[in-house]
């Protein structure tokens, strides 16, 4: 009489060892990760209809929303009064324990949401960022404060702390926008005093720190956005590192632009920009329109180039070996 089939599969079975020697790649979305700007909240009704329309234009991709607090209210004080650096660093972990992001990300991050992401390349990158895209941020600062809408309380507080004494100790540990404010006139004091921008800028002489640089040309693309008709972001250039002339250029009349080519973070290339801008990784682009006024031909090309790509993940197929 025969062995029954069944027996017999129990027999290979035991005779046989587990291999985890075929993988096979699994295609997947990469996620993107949007960091809301001034006034704005995670959750707000326009953030959650942005991340609909992606996921619309890219299906089956996971987004996170950034948030410094999970209470709306709270998290749009945190847009004005904080410690930058503390919330870059809170940032940093709150992505390294999202496990959907733990191979990589796209970037997008709206007005100072910009030069914040750019931060946590700089400084973190862990998991990475592969491209980062910001929409009128300010990565050379502003030179004036923008205006409030007449109800905003909280805007109107912060507006006027940091007019009282934008460099003041108080000032640059706790407004958040103090510690991107960057006085053309008082170039030295602005150094000097504020531990946010100068240190992502890497322009403070004596303290470059190199590790900077080679984060962000770990990018694939920098992609930098400016509002053609942005009067928040003063000059509306520093979207595209841009910023006005010291008081004390002889050669340079009140006003006038230097633009990011001519910084001496690109020039000497401190930050990585050269080097992104040598490979073609670095874009510059323009929105027609107010500042943060994304208009569907604006933003949708850019998030249909720069945004959605296919990773390739590695799963172990288990091989029955027989011996």
Same mark, same amino acid.
Request: hydrophobic share 40%.
């Given at each position: ?149 007449? /109800?905003?309380?909280?805007? !109107? =507080?912060? +507006?006027?702390?940091? *007019? @009282? ?15 991107? /404010?960057?006085?053309?006139? !008082? =170039?030295? +004091?602005?150094?000097? *005093? @504020? ?129």
């Amino acid at each position: 009489m025969g062995i029954p089939f069944f027996a017999t599969y129990a027999l290979l079975f035991a005779s046989s060892v587990w291999s985890a020697a075929v993988h096979t790649p699994l295609p997947q979305l990469r996620p993107l990760v949007i960091w809301h700007g001034m006034g704005d909240t995670y959750d707000a009704p326009g953030i959650l209809e942005f991340i609909q329309e992606v996921q619309d234009m890219h299906p089956g991709i996971f987004v996170h929303s950034i948030y410094l607090q999970e209470a709306s209210d709270e998290d749009r004080k945190a847009g004005y009064f904080g410690n930058v650096n503390e919330q870059v660093e809170f940032v940093a972990k709150q992505l390294n324990n999202i496990t959907e992001l733990q191979h990589g990300f796209d970037a997008m991050g709206f007005s100072q949401g910009g030069q914040f992401l750019r931060a946590y390349v700089e400084r973190s990158n862990s998991p990475p960022v592969n491209n980062l895209i910001t929409f009128g941020a300010q990565h050379m600062g502003v030179s004036d404060l923008p205006a409030c809408k007449p /109800y905003d309380i909280t805007c !109107q =507080l912060a +507006r006027r702390a940091t *007019r @009282n004494g934008v460099y003041t100790e108080w000032a640059q540990a706790n407004v958040v926008q103090a510690q991107y /404010y960057r006085d053309a006139d !008082q =170039l030295p +004091r602005y150094l000097e *005093r @504020n531990h946010f921008l100068p240190s992502i800028n890497n322009e403070v002489d004596d303290d470059v720190n190199a590790t900077y640089a080679s984060n962000l040309e770990a990018l694939n693309k920098l992609v930098l956005v400016m509002f053609a008709k942005d009067t928040m972001v003063v000059p509306k250039e520093s979207s595209w590192f841009g910023s006005y002339a010291p008081a004390d250029d002889a050669l340079a009349p009140a006003k006038t632009i230097i633009p990011m080519r001519l910084q001496p973070l690109y020039t000497q290339n401190r930050i990585g920009l050269r080097t992104l801008d040598d490979r073609g990784d670095l874009i510059l682009t323009t929105c027609d329109g107010a500042h943060m006024q994304l208009s569907d031909g604006c933003w949708k090309p850019l998030a249909q180039e720069y945004t959605g790509g296919v990773i390739h993940l590695s799963q172990s197929k288990y091989v029955l070996q027989v011996q």
